[in-house]
Nanobody, 122 residues
C-alpha cells in the first residue's frame, strides 16, 4: 500500500510559479513510476508529467513542456512538480499517482492522492 499526500497548491497570478509536493508512505517508493495529473472544471482528468523510479525518464504533456519540471527525491519519498509561467488554463486540481508499470494512462496507476487545487488568475 502507498499513501500519497499532495501539497503546495494555491491561488496565483498568471506568470507566477508554484511547486507542488507529493509525499509518499512506504519503503519501496523508488520502485514506483510517479505521475502528476490534473482535472480542470468540467473537463476530464489529464496527464501532466511522469518520472521513472530513478528519475532518468520524464515525459510531459505538450501543454506544459518548457514550463513544468517533475523531479523526485527518493530519500524523502517525495515527488515534486515545479510549475513556472503559469497560465489561467493551468487552473485545475492536481493529483499525484503511483504506478508499478511504465505508463501515462491514468487507469493504470495504482495509487492516488487526494489532490491539491491550483488556481491561476489572469
Amino acid at each position: 500500500q502507498v499513501q500519497l499526500v499532495e501539497s503546495g497548491g494555491g491561488l496565483v497570478q498568471a506568470g507566477a510559479s508554484l511547486r507542488l509536493s507529493c509525499a509518499a508512505s512506504g519503503r519501496t517508493f523508488s520502485s514506483y513510476l510517479m505521475g502528476w495529473f490534473r482535472q480542470a472544471p468540467g473537463k476530464e482528468r489529464e496527464f501532466v508529467a511522469a518520472i521513472a523510479g530513478l528519475g532518468r525518464t520524464t515525459p510531459y504533456a505538450d501543454s506544459v513542456v518548457g514550463r513544468f519540471t517533475i523531479s523526485r527525491d527518493n530519500a524523502k519519498n517525495t515527488v515534486y512538480l515545479q510549475m513556472n509561467s503559469l497560465k489561467p488554463e493551468d487552473t485545475a486540481v492536481y493529483y499525484c499517482a503511483a504506478s508499478t508499470r511504465w505508463t501515462m494512462k491514468q487507469e493504470q496507476y495504482n495509487y492516488w492522492g487526494q489532490g491539491t487545487q491550483v488556481t491561476v488568475s489572469s
